[in-house]
């Protein structure tokens, strides 16, 4: 079966700073990753997303993220972290041949001015 | 465009009662998804639906569990006889599929927040 691991549930970083939120991941076959991020009181926001190919993907607000099969990851990047970037980070990974996508328990970024 | 609308936001019932909680797709999604998130954890699958059939419903904890999509667009999750363990945010989602090809994001909306008493 699927998992995912998030090993932090918190990350700090200084505005202007880089940041990376760690992932991992355990499937059968390719997978297909995501990463989406949850404001307060508001729903999942589909981030980026890995398929195939190159395996730095860019996504929305500066983000991108590194995939390695080796070391079965999927690490989120930015180089520069804002404070508006505070919210909590889902890493999730769908198995192909299946639908559901499975979610890591989530990282709290907290970026301080 | 709109997104995917859930309603209602909030609802609060007591044990043993029977809830519905409604999910309004994005136009054009054949693709929807429900899970449950409670505090703390990631979301959780509970069911799929490609058109108007459940084509995977093995996240539903129970039988108390049930969900529709007649038309292949609104769904509504059905909960009977609620227990306080059902407290958490349901969250829906949906996506396209075309040509086969389900590489698609899910898009989610806001949730609906149940609490049981």
């Known amino acids: 079966a699927q998992s995912v691991a998030q090993p932090e549930d918190q990350v700090n970083v200084a505005e202007g700073n880089p940041l990376t939120v760690k992932c991992t991941y355990s499937v059968s076959g390719n997978p297909y990753l995501f990463w989406y991020v949850q404001y307060p009181n508001r729903g999942l926001q589909f981030l980026l997303k890995?398929?195939?190919?190159?395996?730095l993907v860019k996504g929305s607000y500066g983000f991108e993220a590194e995939f390695n099969k080796s070391q079965t990851s999927f690490h989120l990047k930015k180089p520069s972290a804002l404070v508006s970037d505070s919210a909590l980070y889902f890493c999730a990974v769908r198995e192909p041949g299946f639908q559901k996508l499975v979610f890591g328990t989530g990282t709290r970024l907290l970026v301080s001015p | 465009g709109a997104g995917v609308s859930q309603t209602p936001s909030n609802k609060v019932t007591e044990k043993g009662k029977y809830v519905e909680l409604r999910c309004d797709p994005i136009?054009?999604?054949?693709?929807l998804y429900w899970y449950r998130q409670s505090l703390g954890q990631g979301p959780e699958f509970l069911i799929y639906f490609q058109g108007t059939g459940a084509a995977d419903d093995s996240g539903l904890p129970n039988d108390r569990f049930f969900a529709v999509r007649p038309e292949g667009s609104v769904s509504t999750l059905k909960i009977q006889r609620t227990e306080r363990g059902d407290s958490a945010v349901y969250l829906c989602?949906?996506?396209?599929?075309?040509?086969?090809?389900?590489?698609?994001?899910?898009?989610f909306g806001p949730g609906t927040r149940l609490t049981v008493l």
């Open positions: 989602a949906s996506s396209l599929t075309s040509g086969g090809s389900t590489y698609n994001e899910q898009f």
């Open positions: 136009s054009g999604h054949t693709a």
């Open positions: 890995y398929i195939t190919g190159d395996n």
